[in-house]
Protein backbone atom coordinates (compact mmCIF):
# COMPACT_ATOMS: atom_id res chain seq x y z
CA UNK A 1 0.00 0.00 0.00
CA UNK A 2 1.48 3.87 -0.14
CA UNK A 3 0.43 7.08 1.45
CA UNK A 4 -0.45 10.32 0.41
CA UNK A 5 0.71 12.37 3.58
CA UNK A 6 4.45 11.03 4.68
CA UNK A 7 4.93 11.13 8.65
CA UNK A 8 8.17 10.47 9.66
CA UNK A 9 8.38 8.56 13.02
CA UNK A 10 10.61 5.67 14.78
CA UNK A 11 8.20 2.96 15.70
CA UNK A 12 9.12 -0.27 18.23
CA UNK A 13 9.64 -3.44 16.43
CA UNK A 14 7.39 -6.36 17.80
CA UNK A 15 9.56 -9.34 19.36
CA UNK A 16 7.91 -11.45 16.98
CA UNK A 17 9.36 -9.98 13.95
CA UNK A 18 11.58 -12.12 11.92
CA UNK A 19 15.20 -11.95 10.63
CA UNK A 20 15.12 -10.79 7.38
CA UNK A 21 16.91 -12.56 4.57
CA UNK A 22 19.61 -9.86 3.55
CA UNK A 23 21.23 -9.48 0.25
CA UNK A 24 18.42 -9.65 -2.49
CA UNK A 25 17.86 -7.66 -5.95
CA UNK A 26 15.29 -4.89 -6.32
CA UNK A 27 12.98 -6.19 -9.18
CA UNK A 28 10.45 -4.46 -11.14
CA UNK A 29 7.17 -4.40 -9.69
CA UNK A 30 4.51 -6.49 -11.91
CA UNK A 31 1.31 -4.35 -12.75
CA UNK A 32 -2.42 -4.93 -12.22
CA UNK A 33 -3.62 -7.03 -16.06
CA UNK A 34 -0.44 -9.20 -15.71
CA UNK A 35 -1.71 -12.88 -15.95
CA UNK A 36 0.13 -13.99 -12.54
CA UNK A 37 -1.34 -11.14 -10.31
CA UNK A 38 -5.12 -12.95 -11.55
CA UNK A 39 -5.11 -16.33 -10.42
CA UNK A 40 -4.28 -18.32 -7.60
CA UNK A 41 -0.51 -18.82 -6.74
CA UNK A 42 1.06 -22.34 -6.53
CA UNK A 43 1.74 -23.57 -3.49
CA UNK A 44 5.45 -23.04 -1.81
CA UNK A 45 6.97 -27.06 -1.32
CA UNK A 46 10.65 -26.47 -1.05
CA UNK A 47 12.08 -24.85 1.59
CA UNK A 48 15.44 -23.88 0.01
CA UNK A 49 17.48 -21.93 -1.25
CA UNK A 50 15.58 -20.90 -3.89
CA UNK A 51 12.99 -19.53 -1.57
CA UNK A 52 15.21 -17.81 0.60
CA UNK A 53 16.35 -16.27 -2.66
CA UNK A 54 12.95 -15.39 -3.83
CA UNK A 55 12.22 -13.57 0.09
CA UNK A 56 15.03 -11.31 0.00
CA UNK A 57 14.27 -10.19 -3.46
CA UNK A 58 10.60 -9.84 -2.19
CA UNK A 59 11.88 -7.52 1.27
CA UNK A 60 14.48 -5.53 -1.12
CA UNK A 61 11.68 -4.73 -3.73
CA UNK A 62 9.48 -3.83 -0.90
CA UNK A 63 11.64 -1.40 0.28
CA UNK A 64 12.41 -0.03 -2.94
CA UNK A 65 9.50 1.25 -3.54
CA UNK A 66 8.40 1.98 0.44
CA UNK A 67 5.69 -0.72 0.20
CA UNK A 68 4.86 -2.14 3.60
CA UNK A 69 4.02 -5.71 2.14
CA UNK A 70 4.83 -7.41 -1.41
CA UNK A 71 3.83 -11.25 -2.50
CA UNK A 72 5.87 -13.20 -4.92
CA UNK A 73 3.31 -12.47 -7.91
CA UNK A 74 4.42 -8.57 -7.82
CA UNK A 75 7.59 -9.45 -8.83
CA UNK A 76 6.61 -12.30 -11.32
CA UNK A 77 6.99 -15.48 -9.70
CA UNK A 78 3.79 -17.77 -9.05
CA UNK A 79 4.82 -19.08 -5.73
CA UNK A 80 2.26 -18.61 -2.33
CA UNK A 81 4.63 -16.72 -0.55
CA UNK A 82 4.66 -12.56 0.82
CA UNK A 83 6.32 -10.57 3.25
CA UNK A 84 5.76 -8.00 5.06
CA UNK A 85 7.29 -5.06 7.02
CA UNK A 86 3.92 -3.00 8.86
CA UNK A 87 2.58 -0.85 11.61
CA UNK A 88 -0.22 -2.28 13.76
CA UNK A 89 -2.57 0.39 15.55
CA UNK A 90 -0.27 1.16 17.81
CA UNK A 91 2.51 1.76 15.43
CA UNK A 92 4.46 -1.14 16.17
CA UNK A 93 6.28 -2.56 13.66
CA UNK A 94 5.81 -6.08 12.48
CA UNK A 95 7.83 -7.99 10.06
CA UNK A 96 6.98 -11.23 8.69
CA UNK A 97 7.58 -14.24 6.03
CA UNK A 98 4.51 -16.06 5.25
CA UNK A 99 4.22 -18.90 2.84
CA UNK A 100 0.61 -20.61 1.77
CA UNK A 101 -1.25 -17.91 3.73
CA UNK A 102 -4.59 -18.62 4.90
CA UNK A 103 -6.28 -15.34 6.69
CA UNK A 104 -9.22 -15.76 9.46
CA UNK A 105 -11.76 -12.77 9.93
CA UNK A 106 -13.68 -11.64 12.94
CA UNK A 107 -17.69 -13.52 12.40
CA UNK A 108 -20.62 -12.01 13.89
CA UNK A 109 -20.48 -8.98 16.24
CA UNK A 110 -16.60 -9.51 16.70
CA UNK A 111 -16.29 -8.22 13.02
CA UNK A 112 -15.96 -4.32 12.44
CA UNK A 113 -15.20 -2.79 9.12
CA UNK A 114 -12.20 -0.86 8.63
CA UNK A 115 -12.87 2.00 5.58
CA UNK A 116 -9.27 3.39 5.53
CA UNK A 117 -7.40 4.35 2.55
CA UNK A 118 -5.75 1.10 0.72
CA UNK A 119 -3.18 1.26 -2.22
CA UNK A 120 -1.14 -1.49 -4.13
CA UNK A 121 2.47 -1.71 -5.50
CA UNK A 122 1.28 -2.85 -8.70
CA UNK A 123 -1.12 -0.09 -9.27
CA UNK A 124 1.00 2.76 -7.67
CA UNK A 125 0.22 6.70 -7.09
CA UNK A 126 -3.63 5.70 -6.38
CA UNK A 127 -5.61 5.51 -3.25
CA UNK A 128 -9.01 4.73 -2.48
CA UNK A 129 -11.31 3.26 0.64
CA UNK A 130 -11.76 -0.47 0.93
CA UNK A 131 -13.89 -1.60 3.93
CA UNK A 132 -12.15 -4.68 5.75
CA UNK A 133 -12.28 -6.20 9.37
CA UNK A 134 -10.40 -4.25 11.19
CA UNK A 135 -8.45 -7.10 12.46
CA UNK A 136 -7.06 -10.38 10.69
CA UNK A 137 -4.80 -13.56 11.64
CA UNK A 138 -2.99 -15.43 8.82
CA UNK A 139 -1.10 -18.78 9.46
CA UNK A 140 1.45 -20.48 6.98
CA UNK A 141 4.63 -21.54 6.99
CA UNK A 142 7.85 -19.76 7.60
CA UNK A 143 11.20 -19.63 5.74
CA UNK A 144 12.16 -23.00 7.56
CA UNK A 145 8.34 -24.65 6.51
CA UNK A 146 7.64 -24.17 10.03
CA UNK A 147 4.02 -23.39 11.06
CA UNK A 148 3.52 -19.53 11.70
CA UNK A 149 0.40 -17.26 12.76
CA UNK A 150 0.52 -13.43 12.70
CA UNK A 151 -2.36 -11.49 13.72
CA UNK A 152 -2.97 -7.70 14.37
CA UNK A 153 -5.14 -4.67 13.80
CA UNK A 154 -4.94 -1.27 11.93
CA UNK A 155 -2.40 -0.88 9.38
CA UNK A 156 -1.36 -4.71 9.91
CA UNK A 157 -4.50 -6.44 9.53
CA UNK A 158 -5.38 -4.43 5.97
CA UNK A 159 -2.06 -5.45 5.21
CA UNK A 160 -2.07 -9.46 5.88
CA UNK A 161 -5.89 -9.58 4.12
CA UNK A 162 -4.26 -7.37 0.86
CA UNK A 163 -1.32 -9.47 0.90
CA UNK A 164 -2.98 -12.71 1.01
CA UNK A 165 -5.24 -11.93 -1.20
CA UNK A 166 -2.48 -11.35 -3.90
CA UNK A 167 -1.04 -15.18 -3.51
CA UNK A 168 -4.74 -16.07 -4.48
CA UNK A 169 -5.47 -13.79 -7.37
CA UNK A 170 -7.06 -11.28 -6.24
CA UNK A 171 -6.10 -7.71 -6.50
CA UNK A 172 -8.28 -5.22 -4.15
CA UNK A 173 -9.61 -3.17 -7.26
CA UNK A 174 -11.40 -6.57 -7.66
CA UNK A 175 -13.10 -5.75 -4.15
CA UNK A 176 -13.82 -1.87 -5.31
CA UNK A 177 -17.14 -0.90 -6.82
CA UNK A 178 -17.20 0.21 -10.29
CA UNK A 179 -16.75 3.97 -9.25
CA UNK A 180 -14.46 3.26 -6.61
CA UNK A 181 -12.51 1.43 -9.24
CA UNK A 182 -12.79 4.95 -11.73
CA UNK A 183 -11.42 7.32 -9.38
CA UNK A 184 -8.39 4.87 -8.67
CA UNK A 185 -7.79 4.10 -12.65
CA UNK A 186 -7.32 8.36 -12.43
CA UNK A 187 -5.18 8.87 -9.85
CA UNK A 188 -3.12 5.96 -11.11
CA UNK A 189 -3.11 7.45 -14.66
CA UNK A 190 -2.39 11.02 -12.95
CA UNK A 191 0.93 9.45 -11.42
CA UNK A 192 2.27 7.33 -13.71
CA UNK A 193 5.12 9.95 -14.61
CA UNK A 194 6.53 8.76 -11.03
CA UNK A 195 6.39 5.16 -12.01
CA UNK A 196 8.08 4.25 -14.83
CA UNK A 197 8.28 0.94 -16.54
CA UNK A 198 10.93 -1.00 -14.43
CA UNK A 199 9.76 1.06 -10.97
CA UNK A 200 11.37 0.59 -8.48
CA UNK A 201 14.51 -0.81 -9.69
CA UNK A 202 17.44 2.53 -9.30
CA UNK A 203 14.57 4.37 -7.36
CA UNK A 204 16.00 3.95 -4.01
CA UNK A 205 14.20 3.70 -0.78
CA UNK A 206 13.41 7.65 0.79
CA UNK A 207 11.72 5.74 3.38
CA UNK A 208 13.65 2.83 4.80
CA UNK A 209 17.09 3.77 5.25
CA UNK A 210 17.73 4.18 8.33
CA UNK A 211 17.19 0.25 9.66
CA UNK A 212 18.06 -0.66 12.55
CA UNK A 213 17.61 -2.57 16.22
CA UNK A 214 16.15 0.55 17.85
CA UNK A 215 13.43 0.83 15.17
CA UNK A 216 12.81 2.39 11.29
CA UNK A 217 12.08 5.55 10.08
CA UNK A 218 8.48 4.97 8.24
CA UNK A 219 5.86 7.18 7.35
CA UNK A 220 2.51 5.30 7.99
CA UNK A 221 -0.45 7.40 6.48
CA UNK A 222 -0.62 6.39 3.26
CA UNK A 223 1.51 2.74 2.25
CA UNK A 224 1.69 1.00 -0.35
CA UNK A 225 0.72 -3.55 -0.22
NI1 LIG B 1 -0.81 -5.07 -3.51
Redesign the pocket.
Known sequence: ?AGTEPEERTAPVSPASVELPQGGTVHAVVRWGTDVMHRPARPVTAYDEELRTLVADMFATMYAADGV???AC?IGVDRAVFVYDCPDESGTLHRGIVCNPVVELPEGRARRLDDSDEG????PGAFVECARPDWARVRGQGLDGEDVVYEGDGLLARCLQ??TD?TQGT??GDRLNDRARKKLRKQMEAAAEDYPRGWPVGAGSARRSASGPGGTAIDVDHV??
Request: aromatic letters at 12%.
Open positions: MGLAQCLSYHEHVFDL
